[in-house]
């Protein structure tokens, strides 16, 4: 098998001549997992005609696994670059575990690699050394341990972390091993520019080296163990593979469109002569093809073209094509996205399906376009390939968060890791140390929508977020901050909205006009093809640990608003339908916002009564904003300049220093990583005394009223306010400063939301019960007046009165503010609770 | 460059090989695939020596007489990007270095013995004629086709004169790879021509084949595959409107031969290639590519400068027209004018800056009959690149407005809505009747309305949407103010005459276009003592009436520059921005 690549092709690198006779991409790969991993199983399990494999194959092989490099091997490798790497290494490898069950002596003597024959290997065309490369892969499988343990003496104690892998993978009979390419990075650079310069020839000693590894742990394992190498140091953008990047490993990100179905493909056939019944040889693939016998081996019968193919007795391989799309935020302006076909073979089939984001370790690949099968001549084109050697699933659009503490499945594999490298992480805190930070970040948010600064604090405030707080006893405290944004219509409210989504991690984005409440929440469905009930999330609950933006939230159904009240508190969500009981988690931010009833806010009524939302809900907005259109012509005035500039000067000069949007992403996600703020012990006193002193501002001395200018859920907002705060400056302490600008933010959204406007000041039952305490108040001294008048005029059980004329006699009585109509009817109504009087439609009779 | 030693039109596949060949032999070559000197070549050529008009157009009606690997102009417009393509740049022929750059095959036998061959890169653009191009912006068909038959004959003296070295190329060309075209053809093959007198006889006859070739190419919609070498990705964007310069190749034998396929589940890596045969789709290897603006489409001889005086009276004229268009409707002219010179200048985030969409209203079906026809070709005759869409609620629940990735053929299905930089639509909402829209049609009146107010559209791939950025002007007849389409300016039209439409001569036509082409690219400034007056204004404004916001504020500042771009100014004056303000007086009026 190895003698038939004639020498003369002499290639050394991409355009190997060679390829331009390859195959289409379907036979160009063969997995040496499988191939040798089923011949080496063959004889056990069909032990009659077949049980002496193809004598080619293993007498071209070398007696000593150690020495394989023979010079036929070497040339395998520079001319059957084209065949697949795989293919190119079966050899090899079939080589190596039949030799160590023969001769299991010569690989146990510790390092077999003290080669009797001195004289340097090199792979063709390269610098590689074969030995070397062999003997770096043994090192570092055999002494890689992570840097965290690697305290000097412990280290030697434990074992390296691929040993423990590999003796995992003995122990589940699997038949790959992830290698994490930043690993060989760290052991042996020099491996790894190697092994990406150079994957076919590096990953197959790669796997020689493991078996050889294998074999040692335990000598009975037959099955071959793949390397499946991921997480290079560095991944290409699809755009950019050129031809230099032909036959390197590369990395890839992208979403697959397209996958096609399993094709078997074959990889050894099994012949029979239709006339004297002989079965031949398997025969293997060799270029992509197989060639059928011109006429039967047996000696006696010799007939011409007699063989004819026997299905069952070939053997197949699964194999799959994938496209892959560029991901969109890679698509440069005024440009389609890219697609790089994807070749999967075996375990990796099915890996992926469509609209999966994933990450592609392979080989890039080249091979001509024939053509015709017939004629010799190429067209001078090529198809270009990734021959997959690993998949990893991401969704890493958005900026990420979560408390690594908090993870939900700490021994799954960090598939979802943003790794910060040190330069940035370097960069982000020094942005942290600039003493404007606040302000900076604040003028990054949202650049074009000018003014409203402290509504972008707020928002700020809600991206970075609080510490969720979980007692021993069962209780949390929720860390996300609630905004709710009422306002004039015009006021770019919905901009902001759309901005805080598209920069927070795992932001929905709904129209309250058009959500249900189960469309919110999560909604059991039956499954269209097996008929099972299955739980699908909602928008509340797909944006767990992000932030979930709802506009025009005046126009939610009651129904829906009301699923809002657990998910607001307490953070889940609770299902109980079509037998399924579930809680699920929605620790979200929800950032809201909504119009006046009116088309325009009526100062004169409460917020309540503005935008009819029920009293309940709304107290459990840390924030509400009224975002009102005032005619001041200050505003104006900087509205039109703004609008000028934008029409006559440059529009990119109007801009001054600010974080662009990916900084600004990484910011908040590594603070929302890695910055878990306490409150400072002056911090917690300065909390305590402004929360005694808001509460004090209600009681007015010398008056009977009671206002309630702070209740407990200020207080829980004013922490997260301030942990949030402290998380901009990336500190782990909450400052006094922080408690300061947490009562400021409070006070200025308060002092828009929760003002009585009959008296100017800030007064929570607006928030809490949706009045104020003046008006409840003014209600009770209607309601004495309204007795009065009653027990006056009225007898008992006498005749009856009509509402309107006792309407009249009120306004006599109170002359200085209006009475309406409805006003009494309440009061009438709260009388006959008490069973004084007793009303029938529009008149009154007392009791 | 002294004596070419190739006709560049007729033979440009040749300068490419001989100067490379020259190039490669020079030491120190590195084939790199970057260019050697080829370009210049042919931009002195085209430029310099002012040859460009000598290149054929190539369209639907000259791709019959045109010749393949002969050097044509293609003007397109970028439908769908390709991805890049590998092809062998150069080898090794014995120790001669040979190019495939701008071929689809190779010269020579690429054989497998060759130690060095070098893989480049090329990118695949699929052009389709400009959507809705008017047939003034294209020259006169009857002048190529002239040009082309004179063309032939002349090649053949050429070709006669050829030196040995030049036939010999030929012949190689010719026997290694085959116009097997058509099988008397095939039969002259094989009988290897050697002489120069025959090559040419079955080049000629390669030539008559060709043209029966040209029955598989629509004739009305000429679509190419350009072949893009060496120019960064930034270059070329979707939708934009281009002349490509190259080498045409219709050849047969690049049809991929269906045998290939042993294994019919090869997957769908050539998809691309099987839906765009050769036969149907020529390729074009492109030399050179400049884009085209609105002023690039004009036949006559680039007028001069824009003197004020001029372009003042220009002005008038022209808005004398757009009123007899218009039943002597002044005002509505006024405004017209104004959105016919409109264009998105900048984009602040979401904000797209100059549009001017215009939505005249009061229409009946009869006079939206009658004006949108009579209007429709005034524009057509006046701007490039037009369309109509009457919406109705069949058309909105049935089109598909949005162009859509198809993964199955790995295109992008084009729509409606996938125009050139400075297309204008004309909207006519006075058919739309009240009826149920289903789930397209809400679609499609979202991304009118999004056109409309972003100029943006949202193209579909499946998995997510991308938005691209337009530049389209729109116009709206409605019977009142259109809901569906809010567009900038609602102007009630008055006709006042119905009065038959003017004759109108192709000079005046000619600078009309010229005018409105030039005046819209002009650049526009404001002094900042203007700037304060217009402030003022605007707070006035806001102070009198609450009503006003931004929006209005945009509209009259966009028109202040439209305003004074129309006299050929460049910076806004007191007097034009009077003008603005009297022009939404008068509007005002009427919308009560």
């Known amino acids: ?89 079966a050899t090899p490898i079939a080589a190596t575990p039949s030799s160590t069950d023969d001769a299991p002596a010569s690989s146990e003597g510790g390092d077999g690699y003290d080669a009797e024959d001195v004289r340097p290997t090199y792979v063709w065309g390269t610098n590689i050394s074969v030995e070397d490369v062999n003997e770096a892969i043994y090192r570092f499988l055999k002494h890689f341990r992570e840097s965290s343990s690697q305290s000097e003496e412990d280290a030697l104690l434990i074992e390296g972390k691929y040993e423990t892998a590999i003796k995992r993978v003995l122990e589940f009979e699997g038949d790959s091993l992830d290698v994490d390419a930043h ?122 073209n007699s063989m004819t193919l026997v299905h069952n007795r070939c053997r197949f391989a699964d194999k799959q094509i994938v496209r892959l799309q560029e991901t969109p935020d890679e698509i440069p302006d005024g440009g389609t996205p890219h697609t790089v076909s994807l070749l999967m073979h075996d375990k990796l089939v099915d890996t992926g399906k469509p609209g999966d984001r994933v990450e592609v370790t392979g080989i890039y690949r080249a091979m001509t376009v024939r053509v015709g099968p017939t004629q010799r001549t190429v067209k001078s084109l090529f198809k270009t390939y990734i021959d997959c050697l690993h998949i990893k699933k991401t969704d890493k659009s958005r900026m990420l968060t979560g408390d690594p503490k908090e993870a939900e499945n700490p021994v799954g594999r960090s598939t979802e890791d943003i790794t910060f490298d040190e330069e940035k992480v370097k960069q982000l805190k020094e942005l942290s140390k600039l003493p404007d930070i606040y302000d900076r970040l604040t003028r990054s948010l949202a650049p074009n929508i000018w003014e409203l600064d402290d509504v972008k604090k707020g928002l ?72 099972e009930t299955v739980l699908e999330s909602g928008a509340l609950v797909l944006s767990d640990r992000g932030i979930c933006c709802i506009d025009e939230f005046d126009k939610m159904s009651e129904n829906a608003r009301s699923m809002l009240h657990e998910v607001m508190e307490q953070q889940t969500v609770s299902i109980a339908k079509a037998g399924i009981i579930a809680s699920l988690n929605a620790r979200t931010s929800v950032l809201a916002c909504a119009n006046p009833s009116g088309s325009r806010y009526n100062p004169r009524l409460s917020v309540i009564d503005n935008i009819h939302l029920p009293p309940t809900l709304l107290s459990r907005f840390d924030l509400i904003y009224l975002i009102l259109d005032k005619a001041d012509e200050q505003t104006d005035r900087r509205l039109a300049k703004h609008i000028v500039s934008l029409h006559f000067e440059n529009p990119e000069s109007a801009v001054q220093d600010v974080l662009d949007l990916s900084t600004l992403t990484a910011y908040v996600s590594y603070a929302r990583r890695h910055i878990h703020p306490q409150l400072s012990d002056e911090a917690a006193e300065e909390l305590t005394r402004g929360y005694v002193e808001m509460r004090r501002r209600g009681n007015f001395p010398g008056s009977s009223k009671k206002v309630i200018t702070a209740t407990p859920r200020q207080i829980e907002s004013l922490i997260r306010l301030s942990e949030a705060l402290a998380r901009i400056r990336f500190s782990e302490w909450v400052e006094n400063r922080d408690v300061t600008e947490a009562f400021r933010l409070l006070e200025v959204a308060m002092q828009q939301s929760a003002t009585d406007h009959s008296t100017g000041t800030i007064d929570m039952d607006l928030i809490t019960t949706g009045v104020s305490a003046s008006e409840r108040m003014r209600r009770e001294s209607l309601l004495s007046t309204t007795r009065n008048i009653i027990m006056e005029k009225m007898q008992l059980g006498g005749p009856s009165m009509r509402l309107l004329e006792l309407l009249e006699e009120l306004k006599k009585q109170i002359s200085g503010s209006e009475v309406h109509l409805n006003d009494l009817r309440n009061a009438v109504s709260t009388l006959a609770s008490e069973g004084f009087v007793a009303v029938h439609g529009d008149s009154v009779k007392r009791m | ?176 790879n085959g116009f097997q075209v058509s099988p008397s053809v095939k039969k002259k093959e094989d009988g290897r021509p050697s002489t120069s007198s025959q090559t040419r006889d079955s080049l000629s006859e390669g030539y008559c084949s060709n043209t029966s070739i040209a029955p598989g190419i629509d004739k009305d919609f000429l679509s190419c595959l350009v072949k893009i070498y060496d120019s960064p990705e930034s270059d070329l964007k979707l939708n934009d409107v281009f002349e490509f310069i190259g080498v045409l190749t219709l050849d047969s034998e690049l049809n991929e031969d269906k045998d290939d396929h042993d294994e019919p589940d090869n997957g769908f890596c050539d998809d691309v290639m099987e839906h765009l045969p050769p036969i149907k789709v020529p390729r074009l290897h492109c030399l050179i590519h400049r884009k085209l603006a609105a002023p690039d489409f004009l036949c006559g001889s680039p007028m001069m400068e824009p003197k004020p005086h001029f372009v003042r009276e220009m002005r008038e004229v022209l808005l004398r027209h757009l009123t007899v268009v218009l039943g002597n409707d002044g005002i509505a002219a006024h405004f017209m004018l104004l959105h016919l010179l409109s264009r998105v200048h900048a984009r602040v985030d979401t904000v797209a800056v100059g549009k001017l969409s215009l939505n005249l209203t009061c229409f009946s079906k009869e006079s939206a009959a009658l004006f949108g026809s009579r209007l429709s070709l005034a524009l057509k005759t006046l701007l490039p690149f037009t369309h109509c ?87 709206i007849f409605s019977e009142a103010k259109s809901n569906i389409l809010p567009a900038d300016i609602v102007m009630p039209f008055q006709p006042s005459s119905v009065g038959s439409s003017e004759v109108v001569t192709a000079e005046a036509l000619e600078a009309w276009r010229w005018y409105l082409a030039t005046v819209k690219s002009l650049p526009h400034s404001i002094e900042s003592e203007m700037q304060k007056v217009v402030e003022n204004d605007l707070v006035a404004a806001r102070q009198t009436d609450r009503s006003i916001g931004s929006h209005d504020f945009n509209r009259w500042l966009t028109m202040g520059r439209l305003m004074s771009l129309s006299f050929g100014e460049t910076c806004l004056s007191l007097e034009h921005w009077q003008m603005v303000k009297e022009l939404e007086r008068l509007r005002r009026e009427r919308l009560k």
């Open chain 1, 1 to 89: 098998m190895a003698s038939d690549s004639p020498a003369a092709n002499v290639n050394n690198g991409p355009s190997s001549p060679d390829d331009s006779y390859s195959s289409p991409i379907g036979n160009t790969f063969s997995s040496p997992g499988d191939a040798s991993g089923r011949r080496r199983r063959r004889p056990s399990s069909t032990p009659s005609a077949f049980s002496t494999p193809s004598p080619t194959r293993f007498t071209t092989s070398d007696a000593n696994p150690a020495l394989t490099p023979t010079p036929s091997y070497r040339t395998r490798h520079g001319t059957g670059a084209g065949r697949g790497r795989r293919a190119s290494s």
């Open chain 1, 183 to 304: 690993d060989v990075f760290a052991y042996d650079p020099d491996l790894y520019t190697k092994m990406v310069r150079y994957p076919l020839e590096v990953l197959a000693i790669f796997d020689i080296a493991l078996m050889n590894m294998v074999s040692r742990i335990d000598p009975l394992f037959e099955k071959h163990i793949q390397t499946r190498i991921f997480n290079l140091k560095s991944s290409t953008s699809m755009r950019n593979l050129n031809p230099s990047d032909i036959e390197r490993m590369v990395s890839l990100k992208g979403m697959i469109i397209r996958c096609s179905s399993i094709i078997p493909e074959i990889r050894e056939a099994v012949f029979r002569c239709l006339v004297c019944g002989y079965y031949s040889d398997p025969v293997v693939v060799n270029r992509g093809q197989i060639t059928e016998p011109k006429l039967c081996l047996k000696e006696e019968c010799q007939a011409r």
């Open chain 1, 460 to 531: 700020l405030c809600q991206l970075f977020g609080g510490n969720a707080l979980n007692l021993p006893s069962g209780a949390s405290f929720r860390g996300d901050i609630n905004i709710l944004l009422v306002g004039d219509p015009g006021t770019s409210k919905s901009q902001l909205l759309q901005y805080i989504h598209k920069l927070s991690p795992r932001g929905i984005y709904t129209s309250g006009r058009g959500s249900s409440a189960v469309g919110l929440t999560a909604y059991v469905a039956k499954d269209p093809e097996t008929g």
């Open chain 2, 1 to 176: 460059m002294v004596g070419l030693p190739y006709d560049l039109v007729a033979n440009p596949l040749g300068a490419v090989r001989s100067t490379f060949e020259k190039a490669a032999a020079s030491s120190g070559f590195d084939p790199n695939g970057k260019d050697w000197g080829v370009l210049d070549l042919f931009r002195h050529f085209l430029f310099d020596q002012g040859r460009l008009s000598q290149v054929p157009i190539l369209n639907g009606e000259t791709i019959r007489w045109i010749q393949p690997k002969t050097l044509v102009r293609f003007r397109a417009m970028v439908q769908d990007m390709l991805g890049n393509e590998f092809y062998v740049g150069a080898y090794q022929d014995g120790s001669v270095w040979r190019t495939n750059k701008f071929t689809d095959v190779s010269q020579f036998r690429l054989d497998d013995s060759s130690p060095h061959t070098q893989v480049w890169e090329r990118r695949l653009l699929y052009c389709v004629p400009v959507p809705g191009q008017n047939s003034w912006t294209e020259p006169s068909s009857e002048s190529v086709v002239n040009h082309c038959k004179d063309f032939i004959p002349q090649q053949r003296e050429k070709r006669r004169r050829m030196d040995d070295e030049a036939i010999d190329d030929m012949n190689m060309l010719v026997s290694d």
């Open chain 2, 389 to 475: 869409i009457p919406l109705t609620l069949e058309y909105l629940n049935s089109v598909s407005l949005a162009p859509k990735k198809d993964y199955e053929t790995n295109r992008l299905v084009t729509g409606v809505l996938q125009l050139a930089e400075g297309s204008h639509i004309i909207i006519d909402e006075t058919q739309l009747e009240a009826g149920t829209l289903n789930s397209v049609g809400m679609e499609n009146a979202r991304l009118l309305r999004n056109l409309l107010e972003l100029q943006r559209v949202e193209y579909d791939f499946k998995y997510y949407k991308m938005e691209m950025a337009a530049d389209v002007q729109l116009l």
